[in-house]
């Protein structure tokens, strides 16, 4: 048998393993299949070349053409994942867990890539919040911006996912212009090299991106700086003793943590025997006790149920779990596979050891089981584990010891306040499902539990059909939690390319602040053009393009026509003397949306053109009544743009409408669609 040496890819070029790599065995057989490592690795050369050709690339990019790189990049992966599944079964991982780990990773990065366009600009400064107005007159404002950090992003992953673990940090990294290391676990990296092969091979990545290190990393976190980050997914003990190193602390260097996690399902007191509930929260535990083998940091690991349902639901998840199948993952038959090491069985077997000092073991017998294809000895199989703790108030272990595998532990409790505590006791979790159908409960554990977990997952029969799961992080959703859990958070969205950025407030003249966001700031100079700014494509128009129209006056008979044409005849509008009692109208007053639809019959320009539609508005304020015999005015301006597709982008106008006086009386965004050419323009 051919023993695979997984190399390392530094400063541009695949490096060989050397005599100081690590053996990889299969987690089917226990065979050798490869060697990891290489103590000769250049560390220092690469993170040169991360900083200097990696970073001056990605961030010659702006946020859109980063988020089509992913869209490509997660594309290109999909069309050779068939390679990623074939490799990835000596990892013990089935196909349903192919699924979890490649599939999830691919679904992320496009998640990552299709709020890049969305939710990010096509420029290279991200906006945090409104602008502050720091002056009387508004000549002095403020704004938070983001903008790329210089350095490096060293991505420090586990065993359990060698494809998404890689791919959910990667991708938020890459939007945000940043280059990564990444460092897979030892156990799987054989995975990851593939992975991380068929992206290069793509030719999508740009010089000094990505590079990966199979093996150790050597000294390379002593050779980190204030631009760098570390994102490290691992055991509580690795995480402090990397995080509490001398050169992190003193150069404050960003630190973000996923690790340990004694997640919770609890089983709500309305849930009982029969109901959907009940039945969605015994399929979740036995799915979340036996996908990847419980190889999961969001795996159920304490299930709470109340006391009166406890031997009803011990019955019910045992009968479950006789049907769970363990076997070779390869096997169509097979629905749990081998832990990834047989070092990591007698890890798993330690801690089930150490939990049943003080809890009853009602399922899974590891000296006696039946293994599918494959021999139970050679290779790192154990069978799900369930315990019973009658007592949780007084155990320990229960709360404290996580066996990484299949081993959970269902205990009682006798009200919501003692659940809550229970749940608590886990000491800071990335997840806590609650299986209930009612709200009172569902809030309860939000105010109680809260504080203790990074996400809590409610799931009823209402949202039971289209729900992801207890232990299905999303890349919409922060991914992380507090105290034991690490401390820290992943993707969440746009939140996960700020730990990648740094955040800086700007102050400064208006038009200091819309020339550096690319924004136009109120108070900022305005542009104006002798044609009409909805006969200019997206492309011509500028930011600070302004139009002021022509004023028109407000009738009696239009507020009433307006009135009797839409039905709206609230009394402020048809009635003086009530309105003159409400403290807001000094009598009979125009409609808001009357003022609007005079509004564009001021500003819009008929013929067709490059404005393909209006899309809606934002922001809408009524500052001050409007009576007959009033005027009013429009001032139409560029705010912002943004490219959508191929032939049009959005246009985000800023509308003010002011009376007679130059009082402002609305005010509003208004989004257009405005094609990159137009189409009716003379040739």
């Known amino acids: 048998m051919t023993i695979q040496q997984i190399r390392s890819f530094a400063a541009g070029s695949w490096i060989d393993c050397d005599d100081s790599a690590r053996e990889i065995h299969s987690a089917v057989t226990g065979n050798l299949i490869a060697r990891a490592g290489c103590a000769s690795l250049d560390v220092e050369g690469m993170l040169d070349y991360a900083r200097s050709t990696g970073s001056s690339n990605l961030q010659t990019m702006t946020f859109h053409d980063r988020a089509k790189m992913l869209k490509a990049l997660a594309l290109y992966l999909s069309e050779h994942k068939q390679k990623l599944y074939e490799i990835s079964f000596a990892t013990g991982a089935t196909q349903n867990d192919h699924l979890i780990d490649i599939d999830g990773g691919i679904g992320t990065m496009l998640v990552f890539a299709s709020k890049g366009r969305r939710e990010m600009p096509d420029d290279k400064v991200y906006l945090d919040g409104e602008v502050e107005q720091l002056s009387r007159n508004g000549t002095f404002q403020g704004q938070h911006i983001c903008t790329s950090l210089k350095g490096v992003a060293v991505h420090i992953n586990a065993f359990n996912f060698p494809v998404w673990g890689m791919l959910e940090k990667l991708a938020p990294t890459l939007l945000a212009g940043v280059p990564a290391i990444v460092k897979p676990a030892t156990a799987s990296c054989y995975v990851t090299e593939l992975c991380v092969q068929i992206m290069l091979d793509s030719g999508l990545l740009p010089k000094g991106a990505l590079q990966l290190v199979s093996g150790g990393l050597g000294n390379m976190l002593d050779k980190l700086n204030s631009q760098d980050v570390v994102s490290f997914t691992g055991s509580a003990h690795t995480a402090l003793k990397l995080r509490s190193a001398p050169h992190i602390l003193e150069n404050s260097i960003r630190f973000v943590a996923e690790q340990d996690s004694l997640n919770a399902s609890i089983l709500g007191p309305d849930a009982v025997f029969g109901t959907p509930e009940f039945e969605l929260f015994t399929k979740e535990v036995i799915r979340e006790m036996t996908a990847k083998v419980g190889q999961k940091c969001t795996a159920i690991r304490r299930i709470l149920v109340p006391e009166d349902q406890v031997e009803t639901v011990i019955e019910t998840l045992k009968a479950k779990l006789s049907k769970v199948?363990?076997?070779?993952?390869?096997?169509?038959?097979?629905?749990?596979?081998?832990?990834?090491?047989?070092?990591?069985?007698?890890?798993?077997?330690?801690?089930?050891?150490?939990?049943?000092?003080?809890?009853?073991?009602?399922?899974?017998?590891?000296?006696?089981?039946?293994?599918?294809?494959?021999?139970?000895?050679?290779g790192a199989f154990v069978p799900p584990m369930l315990f019973h703790c009658s007592n949780p108030d007084t155990a320990s272990s229960v709360h404290d010891v996580e066996a990484f595998g299949p081993v959970s532990t269902i205990m009682p409790y006798r009200d919501l306040d003692h659940a809550i505590s229970l749940v608590n006791r886990g000491q800071g979790s990335l997840v806590a499902s609650v299986i209930t159908n009612d709200g009172d409960v569902a809030r309860d554990f939000a105010l109680g539990a809260g504080a203790f977990h990074g996400r809590l997952y409610f799931n009823n029969r209402s949202s039971m059909k289209e729900s992801t799961g207890?232990?299905?992080?999303?890349?919409?959703?922060?991914?992380?939690?507090?105290?034991?859990?690490?401390?820290?958070?992943?993707?969440?969205?746009?939140?996960?390319?700020?730990?990648?950025?740094?955040r800086t407030a700007i102050q400064g003249s208006p038009d200091i602040l819309s020339k550096i966001s690319q924004k136009w700031v109120s108070g900022a100079q305005e542009i104006n053009q002798n044609d009409h700014p909805f006969t200019r494509t997206f492309h011509e128009l500028q930011i600070g393009e302004t139009l002021n129209t022509a004023s028109r006056k407000i009738k009696l008979e239009d507020i009433e026509t307006f009135a009797n044409f839409t039905g709206d005849t609230f009394y402020a509008h048809m009635d003086d003397a009530a309105?003159?009692?409400?403290?807001?109208?000094?009598?009979?007053?125009?409609?808001?949306?009357?003022?609007?639809?005079?509004?564009?019959?001021?500003?819009?320009?008929?013929?067709?053109?490059?404005?393909?539609?209006?899309?809606?508005?934002?922001?809408?304020?009524?500052?001050?009544?409007?009576?007959?015999?009033?005027?009013?005015k429009v001032r139409l301006t560029v705010k912002h743009k943004t490219p959508r597709n191929e032939e049009?982008?959005?246009?985000?106008?800023?509308?003010?409408?002011?009376?007679?006086?130059?009082?402002?009386?609305?005010?509003?965004e208004?989004?257009?669609?405005n094609a990159y050419e137009n189409s009716t323009s003379e040739s």
């Open 579 to 632: 309105a003159k009692r409400n403290p807001f109208f000094p009598g009979r007053v125009a409609h808001g949306y009357l003022l609007l639809s005079f509004a564009a019959g001021l500003f819009v320009q008929p013929d067709e053109g490059p404005v393909l539609a209006n899309t809606g508005l934002d922001n809408l304020r009524f500052m001050k009544p409007v009576q007959a015999g009033d005027s009013i």
């Open 470 to 502: 207890h232990g299905s992080p999303l890349p919409h959703m922060v991914h992380g939690g507090p105290g034991r859990a690490g401390g820290g958070e992943e993707m969440g969205g746009i939140r996960g390319v700020m730990h990648y950025m740094q």
């Open 648 to 668: 049009y982008g959005e246009v985000r106008w800023h509308v003010t409408l002011t009376n007679q006086d130059d009082d402002l009386v609305a005010e509003y």
């Open 670 to 673: 208004l989004l257009t669609m």
């Open 325 to 378: 199948v363990i076997g070779d993952p390869a096997l169509e038959v097979t629905t749990m596979g081998p832990l990834i090491s047989n070092a990591q069985k007698q890890g798993v077997l330690n801690k089930a050891a150490m939990i049943a000092q003080e809890a009853e073991r009602v399922f899974g017998d590891p000296e006696n089981f039946n293994v599918e294809g494959a021999d139970a000895d050679a």
